[in-house]
């Protein structure tokens, strides 16, 4: 048994840190992913690196090709307009279902994450989001959905908030109207989640689904 949690703790470690050069950009998009150079970098077996390059794969990050092995997921314009859409459709879906089926302990998780998020700290000296940011940001979403009872839904919406959080690194420092305009948008839907309005809260979501993508797709290409 300790040797199976030894495994799989390793593998989270180099899957932590493969997502992390992915986002950061020192692994470019569609840049090959060697097995031997990566697991002499990171020091491990290659079956631990196969792992954790699978469940990046999973997650969109990473493409496994046949005759092409493992590289990091290519970035388009026409992907970047379906992720919009399907969180619009998925995460609609998913918040709706935990406004109907959600109970108090739900409402509370969704105020605590947003507390959370609203007192972190967005931005390091040099602009970039901080990572504590980035995961209470997510956290906050996934509180939102997490009454849905669909744990494959939450599934799909976590993969597709990971490539955006992707598109984002690539887009740079978002600017402050972006920023503030962003984080009333995540109080507003917060305060309509909680007051069980369904209608309202599906409506504001899509906006802010729209206008992240609208900056995405500003910012993340510097030509067709």
């Known amino acids: 048994m300790?040797?199976?949690e030894?495994?799989?703790?390793?593998?989270?470690?180099?899957h932590n840190c493969l997502r992390r050069d992915i986002l950061s950009g020192a692994l470019p998009p569609g840049s090959p992913l060697?097995?031997?150079?990566?697991?002499?970098?990171?020091?491990?077996?290659?079956?631990?690196?196969r792992e954790a390059l699978t469940k990046l794969v999973e997650q969109r990050l990473a493409v496994l090709a046949p005759n092409r092995g493992f590289r990091v997921?290519?970035?388009?314009?026409?992907?970047?307009?379906?992720i919009s859409e399907l969180l619009k459709l998925l995460g609609g879906l998913a918040l709706e279902k935990s406004i109907r089926l959600g109970d108090l302990q739900w409402e509370a998780r969704v105020v605590s994450a947003h507390h959370v998020l609203e007192h972190t700290r967005q931005l390091h000296d040099d602009g970039n989001l901080t990572e504590d940011w980035v995961r209470a940001h997510a956290d906050f979403h996934d509180a939102l959905s997490?009454?849905?009872?669909?744990?494959?839904?939450l599934d799909y919406l976590r993969t597709l908030l990971s490539s955006t959080e992707f598109y984002q690194r690539l887009a740079g420092i978002p600017d402050v109207d972006m920023s503030e305009g962003a984080l009333a948008e995540d109080h507003e839907l917060m305060t309509l989640a909680t007051g069980r309005k369904s209608a309202e809260s599906r409506a504001l979501l899509d906006r802010h689904i729209q206008r992240s993508m609208d900056w995405l797709l500003d910012h993340s290409f510097t030509e067709d």
């Open 2 to 4: 300790a040797a199976t």
């Open 6 to 14: 030894s495994t799989t703790s390793r593998t989270q470690l180099i």
């Open 34 to 49: 060697r097995l031997q150079a990566l697991a002499e970098k990171y020091r491990v077996s290659m079956s631990v690196l």
């Open 73 to 82: 997921v290519e970035v388009s314009r026409a992907d970047l307009l379906e």
């Open 146 to 153: 997490g009454a849905c009872g669909s744990p494959r839904l």
